[in-house]
């Protein structure tokens, strides 16, 4: 993960005007740089765009993709379209639930893994799709994906 | 990449001449009999591995050291729509279609194919009833019996080089409105098409345009154009496809109405899951500006537009238009009350038409060929095609074109090549959470906005999710109460309050707790919910469960009186048990089973303790055999 | 009941030569059967109100913008022989509308609402007596907390950043586990004390988050409202 330093934050922020209707995009270039908002990036964001530190809070806590704690270096998120429904996600995040030892939304103790849900990611044809940093695993299932992980985690 | 920046970089479209001349310019650099082997990277051929195949199929082709003119192009691009057969490889100009290709075919294509000219049989898509091999798809069923006008040009186009557009007319609607229709022309065309909004509301568009023209008139200053990509219905990727595999007919969709109705800027509102179709806006938005199709002086035609792509951060209600309007706003995605209406006061309190992107890839259609052409596909209060994504118990999960009016059966049945190993669905769901289950019975309903509002359903976004007998109606409803639950604004009392009260009454109805007089008592509940709510996402929140009870009753009264779930699903209701003639005892369930409630020894029957057994359904999943029975 | 006419009531028309006030700027409807007028501005809410009709609200407060949140004030709208439900807090009437406050949809939406709000507000003797108004004594559904009075209209948050300008208050999350904090959840010192949140509440939920809101007042003023700029980061009761 790269490291917090204020240069590299600014050049963030120069991208966009100072006005409110950039508070989300601005947020969302945060996350994704740094895995998560700190506050120190929520309040540079705050005086930059020109809004309340309680409506960024109020954005930053509404919509799912923002994080304010870090997030785990791998991030696994089991679709629960409707299809993948169907097909058994359920079970494959309880199951991962048990294996990892978090609730979904959850990140592990090591911060290794972050485990998350997803309302349909469009790849209905390869249900039950869990998608593992933004790779695509089509028919997954529990012995699959504990494979993986068990990769990943060396 | 920065080849294509380069060339586009040289030419300037200033009028329809221009565009021919540029169109011909690229046509005359292509040999039309040069072969291209089309390698589809819509997105589940890429989670299926299509990338590798495109680089297998170019090393082989490099290995084979063919003779320069018979060199074939690999193309990259978008979903064709047959995704339960990807990775897909078609072979134009003739169309010859393989599937479920390997990188390790490869060989085999360049020797087979592309030098001796014959067909790989193996590779080619079997008809299921006769056994036949079919060679090109336009001969496949899934295919035959779709009329693509709006996909047309998807899985033909590398939707990241404008120049492909062009070549097959693109830009071409655009061209011809701001040579020779005024404005209100452009309205009148599209009123007169009769082309109702795609995203799920059907709101018919030429209407809302004029509304929204009549408004500005009204009150002069700055007027948006918004495209609706959200697409949130979990089971719905009509949207993501448009956007992936032939952007510019929603840019060209958007920039026509942006000239109908006065409006100097537009944005796409793009669902943050999907960043392929993110970044392949972000190209031809750049491509369109560098050749002078969008920004100021658009064709030199005087008139000024421009596009900014806002991303979703992950809540389903800004699907919902004045909850989009929000977040683009740069707040929270809380609707408000409607009316007023967008059209009348909607981004910063200013006129702003919001049309989903499938709507605006319809524009230029109409434009081009004219409203009456349009008028003439469907039927007369549902005219054109609608996108379906067909997925669940469905042999043919993909994305599918029809003209409105057609009958439900004949997308299940002809297209949908039917229900695995079953003669019947038992429901098909259409609108996703807000839309309503159809059961077979039904299954004549034609596929258009009354009608489907009729049975009880509605056509919303263009998912259709088949179930078959072993889907529970009364799961499926609590399942997309879930899902609404997790996205409900929390604003208002109705929604916030009553999906988690509905689902009380349906997680007893799966533990088979309840009478009679419950399921009458959630009907009620259902109907205030419906009434009272803010926005649609709670008003159309009961109408799965209204829907299923409605056709289903039956399947709600044996969980309650009878204790069971006849569709093995609600796990109160159910055991596992192991088949002893089909059991070969692997262990594979002992090995997983959480609880360890599954005993047995090696090469013999296991079984599984229902007193310790906790329905996880592992065993279910992963045995080998199918030996594990669900009652 | 009123001549239907065909004109519209929106803006109302302003002539700068003549009185605001004409007799044909009054919006002309029925309120259960009766004959009501409207000035131009005032909701369908305004007018009931004006006129002694009784509509029940929750997040409705005059010094505030209306939200239309809690869907309590609900009426049943006939005109041009279709019958829909609007929110008379943020609807302007129309020319010849009828309005119908007890309809059978309307006692049916409230009494479900009552019903439920009994069981996420279980500690507020006001939600009580008003659910008792509508015949409603009790709830089939779970109380999640049984010391919960919080119903998340937004008073609140909305008198904090409309009239006080503060704004030191704001929802956290969204749908069941939306709730009203500061950020991060901890006192903001934005907060200027004024009690204008417990003022508006319709229950005592404020009252009981108020210190929440502002923290330790003893501190604040030894530490001249320097309390922490930059929070911990905590995590939102998800």
Known sequence: MPKVTTPDIDSVLEKYPGQPQFLISLMQD??????????????LICTHVGVPRTRAWSVATFYKSFSLEPRGEHEIKVCLGTACHLKGSPRIVESLERELHVCRGQTTGDLRFTLDTVNCVGACALAPVVVIDEEYQPKTTFRKLNKLLKGLAE | MAQVALRTQEFRIGSPADLADYQQQILSERDPNRPVLIVCHGTGCLANGSPKVADALRQAIARAGLDAQVVPEIKITGCHGFCSRGPLVILQPSGLFYQLVKPGDAEEIVQTTLIEGNPVDRLLYVEPRTGEHIVHDHEIPFYKHQQRIVLKNIGKIDPTDIRDTIAVGGYQALAKALSTMSPDEVIDAVEQSGLRGRGGGGFPSGRKWRIAADNLRKNPGPMYIVGNGDEGDPGAFMDRTIMEGDPHAVLEGMILGAYAMGATQGFIYVRMEYPVAVRHLQIA????????????????????????????????????????????????????????????????????????????????????????????????????????????????????????????????????????????????????????????????????????????????????????????????????????????????????????AMQEFLDRFSKGQGTPEDIVELQSLGQAIKDFSLCALGGTAPNPVLTTINYFRDEYEAHLAQQTCPAGVCKDLITYSIDPELCNGCGVCRRICPQGCISGEKKQLHTIDSNLCIRCGMCFDECPVDAVIVQ | MTKSTKKKASAPKKKKSEPT?????????????????????????DTARHYGFHIPTLCYHEALKPVGACRLCMVEVRQNGAARLMASCFSYPQEGMEILLNSERVQNGRRWLMEMLLAACPASPEIQKMAREFGVASTRFTAEDPMEECLRCGLCIRVCEEIVGAKAISFGSRGVTKHVATPYMVPNDACVSCGSCVAVCPTLAAQTRLDKFRGDLAQRMAHGHQAPHAPQAHSAPF
Request: glycine share 12%; charged share 20%; net charge negative.
């Open chain 1, 30 to 43: 945060v996350q994704s740089l740094y895995n998560y908002i700190s506050p120190q990036h929520l309040d």
């Open chain 2, 285 to 500: 938005l750049e491509q369109a500006r560098s050749l002078g199709l969008l920004g100021t002086n658009i064709m030199d035609s005087g008139f000024d537009f421009d596009i900014q792509i806002n991303r979703g951060a992950g809540a389903f209600v800004c699907g919902e238009e004045t909850a989009l309007i929000a977040s683009l706003e740069g707040r929270i995605g809380e609707p408000v009350p409607r009316p007023p209406y967008p059209a009348e006061k909607g981004l910063w309190d200013r006129p702003t038409i919001i049309n989903n992107v499938e709507t605006w890839a319809n524009v230029p259609l109409i434009i081009d060929k004219g409203a009456d052409w349009f008028a003439g596909i469907g039927v007369p209060h549902s005219t054109g095609t609608k996108i379906f994504s067909l997925v669940g118990k469905v042999n043919n999960i993909g994305l599918v074109e029809v003209p409105m009016g057609i009958p439900l059966s004949r997308i299940v049945d002809e297209i949908g090549g039917g229900v695995p190993g079953q003669d019947e669905f038992k429901a098909v769901q259409t609108g996703g959470p807000s839309g309503g289950m159809i059961p077979y019975a039904l299954k004549d309903t034609p596929v258009d906005f009354d009608s489907l509002t009729k049975v009880g359903s509605m056509m919303g976004s263009g998912g259709m999710i088949v179930m078959d007998q072993r889907d529970c109606v009364v799961d499926v409803a609590r399942y997309f109460l879930r899902f609404l639950e997790e996205e409900s604004c929390g604003k208002c009392l109705p929604c916030r309050l009553g999906l988690k």
């Open chain 3, 21 to 45: 006030k004409e007799k044909a700027d009054f919006i002309g409807f029925t309120i259960e059967g009766q004959l009501v007028k409207a000035m131009p501005g005032w909701t369908i809410l």
